[in-house]
């Protein structure tokens, strides 16, 4: 199992124990990925849409000065004006250049992306490596099966990558088409998850920001569940992992927090749920000007004959807040009220205007993230 088909190879280490990856873009601070205005964000997609193009017609690979350039696409979900019919006045210059960058399929493609393309924050992914780290996990076999342009690569520890075989898919062409620019030694796909032929139980490691709506994907092995998008990446990443492997994945605090409870459910016989850590509505704004509650959960694919023996986190329980307003939230969070990152408040979000949400606290969210991820078990 491998990128070869039919070859065979260890989880932790190359052929010959060479290091791995050694090709790919390594993001740093310098990058300032997600910082800038709407407008500064909508021209640094273009420049990587026009630079990926170049090196397209030149068929070469980028340098490493270009490849800062592309680092900084952050796709549409931050930016959905530039597709609207009237984007008359402050973005009709955008829409037209971005007409005139694509073609009409990568144009729609780009426009559904909306949806769903909010691009993860650097301090998030570097907290998630903290925590899969505490958990035990070195290196391996990565999955990560809503690449974008491949933040979980690029921020991935220098060792546990050199040591790992990575596995992105993605289904927007633009965004995939950098990401194989940025990470060529990683094995990229350009298809939706659904699609993607990938061996069960191949990976030691899933891990990424799940797309989340209320749209459903087809799927014959899964389509009588009935799962919405963000649930259904969690019922079929959960087969990709290894007995005693990692599951990590963002999601909307709806996968915790719906009455229905079908996924959390169908989970429960396959993995040891390990925890998770409630994001504050805020934790998105800079990087995709989005404010959503998110939840990070951390899932161990249960060894054969195993049982479950993590916190309960099934059913809802009822939560109050400081100023006592009451919120039916999950078990685990009521539980473990420190490892949500904020307070529970009715709010506006990207969905609705009046809705639980968990606003941050005085805490900075690097500081919040380091205390949630030492309260998760080690090792």
Known sequence: MGIDPGEIYS?????????????????????????GSLKLKCRANFAAIELVRKLDAE???ATDEERSVLVKYVGWGGIPQVFAQQASGEWEDERQKLVSLLTQEEFESARASTLNAHYTSPVVV??????????????????????????????????MSAHSRLTGIELDPISANIARRLYPDADIRNQGFENARLVDGGFD????????????????????????????????????VRPGGLMVFITSKGTLDKIDSRLRDHLHDKADFLGAIRLPNTAFKQNANTEVTADILFLRRLEVGEIASGPAWSALAEHT????????????????????????????????????ALAPDTRDLAEALREAVSSLPAN
């Open 321 to 356: 807040n400081a100023e006592g307003v009451d919120f039916q939230i999950n078990e685990y969070f009521v539980a473990n009220p420190h490892m949500m990152l904020g307070t529970m408040q009715h709010v506006g979000s990207m969905y609705r205007g009046d809705e639980p």
């Open 126 to 159: 570097s907290a998630i490596y903290d925590a899969v780290t505490r958990l035990g996990f070195e290196h391996g076999r990565v999955l990560e099966p809503a690449l974008g342009i491949g933040h979980f690569f690029g921020l991935m520890p220098e060792e």
């Open 11 to 35: 989880p932790s280490a190359g052929r010959n124990g060479q290091r791995l990856n050694a090709g790919n873009y390594r993001i740093q601070p310098a990058d300032r990925v997600g910082e």
């Open 59 to 61: 068929n070469r690979a």
């Open 205 to 240: 490691l899933a891990i990424s920001n799940v797309p989340f709506g209320d749209y459903k994907l087809h799927d014959p092995q899964f389509n009588e569940r009935n799962f919405l998008v963000h649930d259904y990446f969690f019922a079929k990443g959960m087969e990709k």
